[in-house]
T-cell receptor, first 111, second 115 residues
Framework: LAKTTQPISMDSYEGQEVNITCSHN???????ITWYQQFPSQGPRFIIQ???TKVTNEVASLFIPADRKSSTLSLPRVSLSDTAVYYC????????????FGRGTSLIVHP | NAGVMQNPRHLVRRRGQEARLRCSPM?????VYWYRQLPEEGLKFMVY????????ESGMPKERFSAEFPKEGPSILRIQQVVRGDSAAYFC?????????????FGPGTRLTVT
């Protein structure tokens, strides 16, 4: 399984754009990149998944460079309610790998 | 369309008692996963089940823990003779058949406190 590395914590302010980068140097050809969000006292929530280039949905954008050794989750104009832990996962979407959640990145949005 | 349901949401047990945690997957989902989360830590995978089958239990402690997902009814995670170290949040997730195990839908969790 590809190992991921992401910052332990980040701070931001309301209205700013937040970019969280995840490193996955040994990503395999069949691996996809998936991000989850977890609010305090709740289960994680699937946010976005991608393979290469850029993916955008109503919640976030995911930027993946050509070498796929890293990815960046972009949250536009964050609000206080975006305070959460964000997990980056890498794995074969069609395989039987079980998602491995590390410590994630704890994002705190300040007023 | 109801999401993943877990009950109870909070469970208090004395050392040595048994804890039973229940998980009802989303409608149409036949894959269930159990995770444990200790305070200030990430989620640790415990077990992956399909109806009447344990697919992967590599994260389950060898003793006192068991899980099942019967043909009818919810999935059950059972912890026998609980100890203080079992205090944690236990999350269940489900995914539809034939879909990625990386797109899981999580329940709200059961917070187990062992006194």
């Amino acid at each position: 399984l590809a190992k991921t590395t992401q910052p332990i914590s980040m701070d931001s302010y309301e209205g700013q754009e937040v970019n969280i980068t995840c490193s996955h140097n040994n990503i395999a050809t069949n691996d996809y990149i998936t991000w989850y969000q977890q609010f305090p006292s709740q289960g994680p929530r699937f946010i976005i998944q991608g393979y290469k280039t850029k993916v955008t949905n109503e919640v976030a954008s995911l930027f993946i460079p050509a070498d796929r050794k890293s990815s960046t989750l972009s949250l536009p104009r964050v609000s206080l309610s975006d305070t959460a832990v964000y997990y980056c996962l890498v794995g074969d979407r069609g395989g039987s790998y079980i998602p491995t959640f590390g410590r994630g990145t704890s994002l705190i949005v300040h007023p | 369309n109801a999401g993943v349901m877990q009950n109870p949401r909070h469970l208090v047990r004395r050392r040595g008692q048994e804890a039973r945690l229940r998980c009802s997957p989303m409608k149409g989902h036949s894959h269930v996963y159990w995770y444990r989360q200790l305070p200030e830590e990430g989620l640790k995978f415990m077990v992956y089940l399909q109806k009447e089958n344990i697919i992967d239990e590599s994260g389950m402690p060898k003793e006192r823990f068991s899980a099942e997902f019967p043909k009818e009814g919810p999935s059950i995670l059972r912890i026998q003779q609980v100890v203080r170290g079992d205090s944690a949040a236990y999350f269940c997730a489900s995914s539809p058949p034939g879909r990625t195990t990386y797109e899981q839908y999580f329940g709200p969790g059961t917070r187990l406190t062992v006194t």
